[in-house]
C-alpha cells in the first residue's frame, strides 16, 4: 500500500516561489502517475497538476500553466512541484495523490485513489 506526504508549504509575498515535496513509500511508486491538487477554503477540491510515471508526460490546470513545474524523482519516490509567480489566490491546502495503477495512462490520476495529507500554502498580497 503506497502511502504518500506531502512538506514544503507555507506563506510567501504574491510573486514568489515554493516548492512543495511528496515523499512516497512502496516498491511501485515508480510505476504510478502522480498528481498535484488543492483545496481553497470554503472551495472544492480541484486539480493543479500531474506528470506521468516515467516523468515524460505532464499536464496543468490553465491556472497554474507556466507557473507551476512539475517533476519526480523516482530514485528518491519524491514528486515536487515549483511553484512560482504565487498569487493570494493559489492559497489552499496542497495535495499530492495517485491512483496506485501501473503504468496507467495520465488522464486516470484526476481520479486518485490515494491522498497525502495535505500541505498548506499561504501566499499573501
Known amino acids: 500500500q503506497v502511502q504518500l506526504a506531502e512538506s514544503g508549504g507555507g506563506s510567501a509575498q504574491a510573486g514568489g516561489s515554493l516548492t512543495l515535496s511528496c515523499a512516497g513509500s512502496g516498491r511501485s511508486f515508480s510505476n504510478y502517475a502522480m498528481a498535484w491538487f488543492r483545496q481553497a477554503p470554503g472551495k472544492e477540491r480541484e486539480f493543479v497538476a500531474s506528470?506521468?510515471?516515467?516523468?515524460?508526460?505532464?499536464d496543468y490546470a490553465d491556472s497554474v500553466k507556466g507557473r507551476f513545474t512539475i517533476s519526480r524523482d523516482n530514485t528518491k519516490n519524491t514528486v515536487y512541484l515549483q511553484m512560482n509567480s504565487l498569487k493570494p489566490e493559489d492559497t489552499a491546502v496542497y495535495y499530492c495523490?495517485?491512483?496506485?495503477?501501473?503504468?496507467?495512462?495520465?488522464?486516470?490520476?484526476?481520479?486518485?485513489?490515494?491522498w497525502g495529507q495535505g500541505t498548506l500554502v499561504t501566499v499573501s498580497s
Open positions: 495523490a495517485t491512483d496506485r495503477r501501473d503504468y496507467a495512462p495520465l488522464s486516470h490520476v484526476r481520479n486518485p485513489k490515494v
Open positions: 506528470i506521468s510515471w516515467s516523468g515524460g508526460s505532464t
